[in-house]
């Protein structure tokens, strides 16, 4: 017969409740106490799986620099998701949102979550101290090994993006990208990368820029995208014939600069983004990107922690390109792409 619950009591000389209490994280204990009795129940190889209980109240955990919602709407969107599968399974819902100078844990005992989702980068102290706690968890946008995780087909999306560069004869494609610490970040650039392999063209390191951590995204992507720019005049080389950037915010930074530098999109540069979101069909031009239902993200993080054995712990939701005038005058020569592409595979093959 396994460790029980009344064996861990005993050996930390408390009663049940007080195990119980400490087990879930729940409030009325002091810091040490719970600290000892969790150490007792890992010590005696208790399976705290067996406190598992309904799911009522979820603590919807967001990074500080995602919290910006106006200038990044993309967890807003994942938000909306996360509380309407909260509402059809009677779960009431909260956010934190904490950055790297924050007790995140002591914040998370005062909501006393019986679940926790993560969304976005966390810094993986954060991460470990958040699997200590033995409650329920979920990552969003995020992915670590044997934790349940719900994100798009990042590596997908980027290849859709560059096949529609290169089936619309663009060969000097340029990648703006964020921290290489966010996991759907770097998913998309190893997608970039790979995209030149497959299609047997060389790659040119010199047009992969990274935006500067310290400034926010508008003016990180704008000034990445000036560095691309000044480095091929620099060079005497031409500009890049398209961009293609992380997220749809720098690739409107992106846009914007092309234009304020002379260049004609999608004439001289094409431009994709990544997430549409709402604001790629209204710049001027319209923004081609790679359309992410980021409401179903966090939908499906709440019905994953809901199931109790689960298929799969790793779900990843498909992506689809939406070409629109940054990438063609008309979008409907993306239709066209597919010829282009399979002449390229052909080329690769014959040399």
């Known amino acids: 017969m396994g ?12 009663s049940i409740g007080t195990v119980s209490r400490a087990l879930k994280n729940q409030p009325g204990l002091s810091e040490a106490t719970r600290t000892r009795i969790v150490e007792i129940a890992r010590s005696l190889g208790y399976d705290s799986a067996q406190l598992r209980q309904r799911i009522r109240r979820l603590t919807f955990l967001l990074h500080r620099q995602h919290n910006n919602f106006s200038a990044s709407p993309f967890f807003s969107h994942v938000l909306h998701g996360v509380e309407e599968a909260c509402r059809e399974h009677a779960i009431v819902p909260a956010l934190l949102t904490a950055g790297p100078a924050d007790d995140t844990i002591q914040q998370l005992r005062l909501h006393a979550p019986d679940a926790i989702a993560v969304a976005g980068f966390v810094e993986p102290e954060t991460l470990g101290a958040l699997v200590a706690l033995q409650r329920p968890l979920v990552l969003i946008d995020l992915w670590a090994a044997g934790l349940r995780s719900v994100n798009i087909d990042n590596a ?34 190893l997608g970039y990368r790979r995209a030149f392999f497959e299609a047997g063209l060389l790659f040119d390191p010199s047009l992969e820029t990274t935006i500067d951590g310290g400034l926010d995204p508008d003016t990180g992507a704008a000034q990445a995208m000036q560095r691309l720019l000044d480095a091929a005049r620099a060079r005497g080389d031409a500009p890049p014939d398209a961009v293609f950037a992380y997220n749809d915010a720098a690739a409107l930074a992106a846009l914007r600069v092309c234009l304020a530098n002379g260049l004609r999109v999608p004439e001289d540069v094409a431009i994709i983004g990544f997430d549409d979101i709402a604001g790629a ?15 179903a993200l966090g939908r499906r993080g709440v019905e994953l922690l809901l199931e109790e054995t689960p298929a799969t712990p790793e779900i990843v939701l498909p ?14 020569d993306a239709n066209a792409s597919a010829a282009t592409l399979q002449a390229l595979a052909t080329q690769a093959q014959s040399t």
């Open 319 to 332: 992506v689809r390109l939406i070409a629109r005038a940054s990438t063609a005058a008309n979008p409907d």
């Open 3 to 14: 460790t029980t619950i009344r064996d861990v009591a005993q050996a930390a000389n408390v």
């Open 281 to 295: 069909s209204h710049a001027a031009p319209a923004l081609s990107t790679i359309a992410v239902d980021k409401e």
């Open 156 to 189: 997908a999306g980027a290849a859709l993006a560059m096949r529609h560069l290169f089936g619309m004869g663009r060969r000097r494609v340029a990648f703006i990208g964020g921290s290489l610490a966010h996991y759907s970040i770097a998913q998309r650039a």
